[in-house]
């Protein structure tokens, strides 16, 4: 029997795994279903609309990034009435397992995604690697795929020695090479840190005529918990699903990287590290100025504590 106190508002954060995927698949139970998908993966599907949010994360991730230890798509299906399909893993798998693949042949089979004016696949990391994958299932669906890798097959990307114990791993047999799985989408776009030498090789992959690289320097290699502390993922969501995104646009989003301390704080050290003193010092009295830094505001009085021992 149901547990009728049992909602959308209410925290799943704590539970044990087994309580907590009895909970989301009775959430699941009224407007949409949860289905296990082999021994690793997880489908919570939830109908509100035309428009659907596929997302592809994990269990552990998911209470780290959500303060109700909820699926990131249910917050979209709550704010905008979003239909929610979550695809999780237990662990990353880069969803390299054939119960995924054939539950995605199955949605391609009944036409699932035809029923959908509009759709988008989103995920980040391993998980952006399967959103990209996976959204060939969906022709003309946009995709959203942050610090993606494109593939972890040693024969493209041996110089990737972050994830060595994957390359057993078969990433060359069905919804394999992720750049190559968007060639249907209307369009993709990839968010990285240039300046993060592994994910802006694996972001040189995707180069595409439909693909579109987000570049956001200095944000170091947690883009998506940044975009939700920034309260940006969501906005960015709603452009890319509206087809409103430009790069005037973007970086109005991201502007909000002037209030993010981490992203101020990688900043400065970049500073530092290449020697630009007076931009470093410039950054510690615009940031102090503006907002409570310690980190910063040390930074300037070690600067006024040489000056005065050189002179």
Not at 81 to 93: F, H, K, P, R, Y
Not at 207 to 221: A, F, Q, V, W, Y
Not at 236 to 264: K, N, Q, W
Not at 299 to 311: G, P, V
Request: net charge negative; charged share 25%.
């Amino acid at each position: 029997m149901a547990d009728e106190s049992l909602n959308f508002t209410t925290s799943l954060a704590g539970m044990k795994k087994a309580d907590w995927l009895a909970a989301v698949e009775e959430l699941c139970e009224e407007d949409g279903y949860f289905e296990r998908l082999g021994k690793r993966h997880y489908a919570a599907f939830i109908e509100k609309s035309a428009t659907l949010l596929v997302t592809f994360e994990t269990l552990q991730g998911i209470p780290a990034l959500s303060s109700l230890a909820q699926p990131l798509g249910w917050e979209m299906m709550l704010a905008h009435d979003w239909s929610s399909l979550c695809i999780a893993s237990n662990g990353d798998t880069w969803f390299r397992d054939k119960s995924v693949y054939g539950y995605f042949d199955r949605l391609i089979d009944d036409g699932f995604f035809d029923e959908f004016e509009q759709v988008i696949f989103y995920g980040a990391g391993p998980c952006g690697y399967a959103a990209a994958a996976y959204s060939v299932a969906s022709p003309e669906a946009r995709v959203l795929a942050v610090q993606p890798q494109a593939t972890l097959d040693p024969r493209i990307t041996e110089w990737d020695d972050r994830f060595t114990d994957m390359r057993r791993m078969d990433f060359t047999s069905r919804y394999g090479y992720a750049p190559d799985m968007l060639d249907g989408a209307t369009a993709a776009y990839v968010v990285y840190d240039p300046r993060e030498q592994l994910d802006a090789m694996h972001a040189a992959l995707f180069t595409r005529p439909n693909t579109r690289k987000l570049r956001l320097r200095h944000m170091g290699d947690a883009i998506q918990t940044d975009l939700l502390e920034m309260e940006q993922l969501a906005p960015l969501l709603l452009a890319i699903m509206d087809d409103t995104l430009d790069d005037l646009g973007f970086a109005r989003m991201m502007r909000s990287r002037r209030m993010h301390p981490p992203y101020l704080r990688n900043l400065l050290a970049a500073l530092d590290k290449d020697g630009r003193e007076s931009l470093a010092l410039a950054l510690a009295r615009n940031v102090t100025a503006r907002m409570h830094a310690p980190r910063f505001a040390r930074r300037l009085a070690e600067a006024k504590q040489t000056n005065t021992e050189d002179d």
